[in-house]
DNA sequence: CGCGACGTTGAACTCAGTCAAAGTTAGTGG
DNA sequence: CCACTAACTTTGACTGAGTTCAACGTCGCG
């Protein structure tokens, strides 16, 4: 039933650096399950350890952080290809929460063997610390959008930064693609008021750039929200190793 | 001339988990010198990629980004013990730019290691990857600042984490540290202006809670600065690996 | 049909940014 | 040793982007 790694639908995408046969072999044997939750679903808990670590196949999910007074910090939006779990696998403890927005399938990992593969397989582990770093190096750019970028400026680069990642996985293309998170999600992730994004979004929308309703977005002008958010018009991503 | 691992300074600090003498052993075949640099030396360029890694010994130094506006925003502080370069290591490049506030003294490592550090030394590795999810981690308790704290709850929990971290490092006591950075870094680092910066700064000064001036931080009220800025009180930071 | 979750809109308020100018400090060279 | 300069800090006045509060609209579901 479970999916095998060979077939895994995630490996031919461009945006993934290929696999030699004989680290599919292994991952094959590092992946001990699939598993499938529903909308809503917590996958890790700030603060717990735990015992799996996944790689998200399909679905799209949310890592946040719930700060003491009970507002909410999204650190970034999980999509397929993601690895789910390193802080819980090398220190002992997440220090984030990540929730399933829509039902999701993800392969899972046992924790213990993260071990062997540091020591078996100094290719994978390499990788694993070359996705530690993109991950370092996206917080970065956020932190930078955030610290910097006024309201619409931030709605714009979040909207391309999703549309463009959708389409290096095949989740979209010709301008539009399925974005079910709610605005209250892209508010936290941007650290603005429900209200504020709310108008923003009515904003663009009005201006004919962007549209983003009833789940659906619709990249109407991607130069020109390229320009607002102060991004690359080439945005290429580039290629990531894949776990 | 170059101090040799085994009688390295920061080895002993509590805040880092201790090495076997293999594994000291093999740093220092990893080890390939000794750097020092004047303030205002720039030891990573963002964009570059770099022929070597290091670890800070002494001095003090900023991470930053520069925006396309020519804005500049601090990623963090850079503290004896920080390793520099990771980036570089697993990415072809570096994503911000890495400048020495102070002079500093920096061990420095062959790039190329880095591979048999994966091949050969599989704990190293792993402690490499643990130190990239502490990165990360920092950084989206950061994100979760700035997305969510005023001006004010910036600054308290800056000087609280700053201060915590000197004094893990035995760089501060008794509520006093030197900490000669600029406000202008500061307000980079908090996504403020400079002017609300200082404004605040007096505030909390005239508030008898932190002074900061001339290059020294004072922490006049512990528990007030972090309940300002949202921090428990009992901040003990978790060890972690040197590098 | 009615309820709850989510989205939309307007009005009042405020934190923080910008502009502009003056004050301090440290370093340099005469 | 002092004068001059450049870099940094401090302060006030003004402005505006974004928050908060509050109400209303819309959609889907039991």
Known sequence: MAIACVQCPLRNRKIFD???ESEVRFMQRFKTGELEVEAGAVLMMEGANAPHLYTAL?????????????????INFVMPGDFIGLQAGVMNEMQHS????????LC??????????????PGRAYDLTWSAAVEEHLLGET?????????????????IRLYDRGESLGLASRFEMALPYKQQDLA???????VHTNKTLKKLRDAGMADWQRGKLTILDYPGLCEIGRLEVDGA???????
Do not use: C
């Open 237 to 243: 991503l580039p290629t990531r190793p894949l776990l």
């Open 98 to 105: 990540v929730e399933a927005t829509t039902s999701m399938k």
């Open 188 to 194: 936290d992730a941007l650290g603005l008021s429900l």
């Open 143 to 159: 932190l930078a959008a955030i610290g910097h970028l006024n309201g619409i400026e931030r709605v714009a680069r979040a909207f």
């Open 108 to 121: 899972v990992f046992n924790r213990n063997a993260l071990w062997s593969l540091f020591a078996d397989h």
């Open 18 to 20: 290929p696999l030699t």
């Open 58 to 74: 399909e679905g799209l999910g949310l890592r946040y952080k719930t700060l003491e007074s009970g507002e909410r910090q999204v």
